[in-house]
């Protein structure tokens, strides 16, 4: 097209696109209605162009992922014959093998067929007899929703390979958003799925390996079940346990969809495909599988599927509610957010959980029951499944903190484990310490203690049963306040469990972050024992711990005296190395960095890392607690590589013992990608915090410092990135969290805000920014000593913004107040103070006082080049806009 | 020279019009682009989402770090996003040649195990589409190059070519039409 011509075509196009789509033909015919090339020239871009605002993007992003992705695969080339079929084309390939579009080479069928050629051989005589046999039973196996198995054998190459039913269609998660299947529809759909599997499990045939992509859905709207029973065919023995090795997990499963009993290698059965199907039908409705694996190695997965209860659909429909993600799920449901939660709560929240029960005698006995509730659900008859009670679940997780299992559930059990844990633990390290020292009577007293402990959690999960609270989720806080309450009362005649239950109670508030409850209860607990029994074992620990909420608290002196006094304690109740003794030494360690007497923070951790490591051996949380302080001394004096390596060690040693969820391991998540970020590994730090922030919301609420840390730590990787916008929400999100859990005067909160107007300076928006810098000062003019380097770092922040904004007078003002304060600080010749006297300089030109300004660069530069700054960015714009003031001068 | 300065210097002779520069600056920042992606992957094999736009930032940060002046940086990444579509390109080619001209059904495909095959193919479809749209509107093409394939935002964008955010915009939008057109073959009266 002449360029004369394009340009009339662009401009019109440009016109009636802006326009609604009603207004366009009109438009359309007015502005090129007598010239048809160019009203067809336009016309074919308005068609392409609806498409195109998604398709282009989303074509470059998979471009990127596939180009850069590592690919491999199976050998044969289309074109070739395998057995008596001749391969068409690849239709694709993945971890089994390839498949191919093939026809029977002989002419004996005109049908075309989808050929699976496997990648694993048959290693021996044995497997290949068996791939016959079940082969056989598969291709016995009919069903108009299930593709047949035709036929099979081995290639020359001697690889095995498998002719199925060719199926066109589309995945039935995607089917269904793509014709925006409303809930019932959905439902209907998934019955017939499950009538499909139905008669399949009659002939004694499971699938084994259920997901949307082995479901696809015909034009006609019905589904078709690939691969039924090809994952037993491919196990290398009758048994399923190699299931569960690395590797063998990896390509023959699915992780989001496989039930706990195959992760583990347990036997698979009729159950097996009820779990998945649940998954399935979760996925369906709630618009994401239950659980995610942002890293699915085969540890994480099973620790996942077999121990984490998920999210019912309608709680995870409600997290993503405000997002765009949240209302695209609703809206390809033919729904809203609130619509959808609403519809999902209540007996569709419990047939998906019941499918979905981590014990298979527990789900539903057959593919039928559940199919049958939904049947029910849809002609509004009750269902047959109950949601498990709080009992039910409080029953489970006293029994498993009993096997002394590092372990957590959901909720509120989650908080409660990981105190009565603690306690566990401590009993466990005290018992085995003091055997030598005659403490069969200490341990009965233990003993007795901890159950007294066990029951008393019990009965507060009795209290709680949502039967008795209107079905709302009893919170934590509820529980634990409740808790509280009983103990202030109760117990006076039996002080060690009375002070043992404060200590516990009093942790799980500090997990919760509520330090003055925390507090408040710790310290009665080390009241009490002070008095009744000095020499306890229990003291040492509950001082540390004490010690620690202090701490956090701010309270650094009484947090030191309580350290010396646990160190001494410790010391007196314990001969040689002892966990509360390296405590302790840990606590001792934080003190000396945060007052930075670095060199005995260094120290005190290295010996509490010793000694950790001779109590524990090399693998223990409290050893990885060790790394984890050491790395971030190490991160202070600069020593990045050491930091990163400490950090890294620590970090992988918690989420192994520990776990991805356990508050340790998520805390730690900020530290490491504070490492990243200052060896600049800006897009891994992001990551990692992505990977985790799901779960620290869930595990320590969404108002937790912890989150808010994080948050924090994701914005300034936003930042660095160029996303401005999400640094924006996060800093945002971050300051609110702080101001709640913290206070609105806290230091933290001014952080925050410190770090929003940095980058909506960034972005131009400074009227936000001085909004943000003005909260930062005033909370640092009120929490920190006048003429604190925290304040004169914000006035020079300001100053900047002013200069940004061309307002010299005022920037000018900062700028000498901000120089004033750090020259109170500093000797005269810290780079700070140059930095003070290049903002002056800028502020100056701005204010258009010229020749001040020009003076003032000409005096820094020499002193810039004298600190060997000369060279610099910094000192490559002074000399600009010097040569600019000369210039105009 | 640092890394760093050495690549800020190339940025700026190459703004000032010295077409030279680019052709140093090119070469090290397409090593710069393979490192993070394969360094990328080796860290996380699978379930990763991996981002064209993500690699172009990190690049950036590594390369120039983050304390530059406003304009420098969309200048900066103007030419890394057109470094990554060639590193784009190069790839699918390459995958191509390894399917003995990649004549890959574009099909629904059927097994559970194999999503997203013909993409390479797309792409150098796309790109060829691309190619032709720069010689009828540059800017326009320049602007899918920017956006798309660099992550520019639409400020930066219309920094580097020297327009209104709005006009990027527009010219976004038409480039988008006209490429898919292209693309699926639906040509009006070009």
Redesign the interface.
């Given at each position: 097209?002449q360029?004369d011509r394009?340009r009339r075509a662009?401009e019109i196009?440009?016109r009636v696109?802006d326009l609604e789509p009603e207004a366009r033909a009109a438009a359309l015919e007015e502005l090129a209605g007598g010239d048809?090339?160019?009203r067809?020239?336009v016309?074919?871009?308005?068609?392409?162009?609806g498409?195109?605002?998604t398709?282009?993007?989303r074509?470059?992003?998979?471009?990127?992922?596939?180009?850069?992705?590592?690919?491999d695969g199976g050998t044969v080339?289309?074109g070739a014959t395998v057995g008596p079929y001749r391969l068409i084309?690849?239709?694709?390939?993945?971890?089994?093998g390839?498949?191919y579009?093939a026809e029977r080479a002989d002419g004996a069928f005109s049908h075309r067929v989808?050929l699976?050629v496997l990648r694993s051989g048959l290693s021996d005589t044995g497997m290949e007899a068996r791939f016959r046999s079940e082969r056989q039973i598969l291709a016995d196996l009919r069903h108009p929703n299930i593709a047949r198995l035709i036929d099979g054998g081995t290639t020359d190459d001697g690889a095995p390979y498998l002719v199925l039913e060719?199926?066109?269609?589309?995945p039935i998660d995607r089917w269904c958003d793509e014709q925006r299947l409303t809930v019932e529809q959905r439902l209907d759909l998934f019955r017939e799925v499950c009538a499909a599997v139905q008669s399949a499990h009659r002939n004694l045939v499971v699938h084994r390996?259920l997901?949307p992509?082995?479901i696809?859905v015909t034009a006609d709207g019905h589904p078709k079940l690939?691969?039924f029973g090809i994952a037993k065919l491919l196990g290398p023995t009758t048994h399923d346990h190699t299931m569960a090795i690395t590797g063998t997990l990896d390509r023959l499963l699915?992780p989001a969809f496989a039930s706990p009993e195959q992760v583990v290698g347990k036997p698979v059965t009729t159950a097996s495909d009820v779990y998945s199907l649940g998954v399935i039908l979760y996925e369906l409705l709630a618009g994401s599988t239950p659980h995610v694996?942002?890293?699915?190695s085969a540890t994480e997965v099973e620790r996942v599927i077999c121990r984490d209860v998920p999210d019912r659909p309608s709680l995870t429909v409600r997290r993503s509610a405000g997002t765009p993600a949240g209302a695209e799920t609703a809206r390809l449901r033919r729904s809203t957010p609130d619509r959808l939660v609403r519809r999902l709560s209540g007996d569709l929240d419990t047939i998906v959980m019941t499918a979905l029960r981590k014990e298979p005698d527990r789900r539903y006995p057959s593919v039928e029951g559940l199919s049958e509730d939904v049947r029910r659900y849809l002609t509004a008859l009750p269902i047959s499944a109950r949601p498990d009670t709080l009992a039910y679940r409080a029953r489970k997780f006293v029994s498993r903190h009993r096997g002394s299992v590092v372990t957590s559930a959901v909720g509120v059990a989650a908080v409660m484990v990981f105190g009565v844990q603690s306690a566990v633990n401590a009993r466990i390290a005290t018992v085995e310490r003091d055997r030598a020292r005659a403490a069969e009577e200490r341990a009965r007293v233990e003993a007795h203690t901890s159950e007294k402990v066990s029951s008393f959690l019990v009965d507060l999960f009795r209290v709680a049963d949502p039967s008795e609270s209107r079905g709302a989720d009893v919170t934590a806080r509820e529980l634990l306040d409740r808790g509280a309450a009983q103990l202030d009362a109760g117990l006076a005649d039996e002080p060690a469990t009375r002070a043992r239950l404060l200590k516990t109670v009093g942790e799980v508030y500090t997990n919760l972050g509520e330090y003055d409850e925390a507090a408040e209860l710790l310290a009665e607990s080390v009241g009490v024992l002070r008095s009744e029994d000095p020499s306890s074992p229990e003291l040492p620990a509950t001082l540390n711990e004490l010690a620690k909420v202090r701490f956090d608290l701010g309270d650094i002196e009484t947090a030191d005296r309580l350290s010396r006094e646990a160190l001494a304690a410790a010391r007196r109740s314990f001969q040689g190395d002892h966990r509360q003794t390296a405590m302790a030494l840990n606590n001792l360690g934080w003190l000396a960095f945060e007052e930075t007497r670095l060199a005995d923070a260094e120290r005190y951790h290295r010996e509490a890392l010793a000694m950790r490591t001779r109590l524990h051996g090399d693998e223990h949380d409290e050893v990885a607690e060790s790394l984890f302080n050491l790395g971030t001394v190490a991160l202070e004096l600069e020593r990045l590589d050491e930091a990163a390596e400490l950090h890294g060690r620590g970090y992988e040693m918690r989420r192994r013992v520990l776990g991805d969820d356990h508050p340790l391991t998520l805390s730690s998540v900020g530290t490491v990608a504070a490492t990243y970020e200052a060896q600049?590994r800006?897009?891994?730090a992001l990551?990692l915090i992505d990977g985790a922030m799901p779960t620290a919301i869930r595990v320590f609420g969404p108002d937790h410092p912890d989150v808010a840390y994080l948050e924090v730590m994701r914005g300034r990787q936003f930042?660095?990135?160029?996303?401005?916008d999400d640094a924006v929400a996060s800093f945002r999100e971050a300051a609110r969290i702080e101001r709640l859990s913290r206070g609105p005067d806290h230091p933290y909160v001014g952080y925050a805000e410190i770090q929003l107007g940095t980058v909506l300076v960034?972005a131009g928006r400074l009227d936000e920014a001085e909004t943000a810098y003005r909260e930062a000062l005033r909370i640092y003019r009120a929490a920190y000593p006048e003429g604190d380097r925290n304040v004169a770092n914000v006035l020079g922040k300001l100053a900047k913004l002013e200069i940004e904004r061309g307002d010299g007078r005022t920037a000018l003002d900062y700028a000498r107040e901000s120089r004033e304060l750090f020259s109170r600080q500093l000797p005269e010749g810290h780079s700070e103070l140059l930095e003070g006297d290049i903002i002056i300089g800028f502020a100056l030109a701005e204010a258009g006082r010229t020749a001040d300004a020009r003076s003032m660069f000409e005096s820094v530069l020499p002193r810039m080049e004298a600190i060997g700054h000369g060279?610099g960015?910094q000192a490559r714009r002074v000399r600009e806009a010097l040569a600019a003031l000369l210039g105009t001068s | 020279m640092s890394q760093s300065t050495d690549v800020t210097r190339l940025l700026h002779r190459w703004r000032d019009g010295d077409a030279a520069a680019l052709d140093e600056l090119t070469p090290v920042l397409y090593n710069e682009l393979r490192r993070i992606a394969s360094g990328q992957l080796a860290r996380e094999r699978r379930n990763h989402t991996l981002q064209s736009t993500e690699i172009v930032h990190e690049a950036y940060v590594r390369l120039i770090g983050t304390d530059v002046p406003w304009k420098d940086r969309a200048h900066f990444l103007a030419v890394a996003a057109r470094t990554m579509r060639r590193l784009l390109v190069d790839h699918a080619r390459a995958r191509g040649r390894e399917k003995r001209g990649g004549d890959l059904a574009r099909v629904t495909l059927q097994p559970s195990d194999a999503r997203a095959e013909p993409v390479s193919e797309e792409l150098l479809t796309l790109d060829d589409a691309l190619s032709r749209l720069a010689t009828q509107d540059g800017r326009a093409a320049s602007a899918v190059e920017l956006h798309h394939f660099g992550g520019l935002t639409y400020d930066e964008a219309a920094e580097v070519l020297g327009v209104s955010a709005a006009t990027v915009k527009r010219d976004l939008r038409v480039a988008r039409a006209w490429i898919r057109r292209e693309m699926t073959g639906a040509a009006g009266a070009a």
């Open positions: 097209m360029p394009w662009r196009f440009d696109s048809d090339e160019l067809r020239e016309e074919s871009l308005l068609v392409a162009s498409e195109a605002e398709d282009i993007p074509l470059i992003g998979a471009a990127a992922r596939s180009a850069l992705a590592t690919n080339m289309p084309n690849l239709l694709g390939r993945g971890g089994m390839s498949v579009l989808a699976k060719y199926v066109e269609g589309r390996d997901k992509a082995n696809l690939l691969d699915t694996f942002a890293n699915p600049k800006v897009a891994e990551e930042r660095f990135l160029g996303r401005t960034t060279d960015p | -």
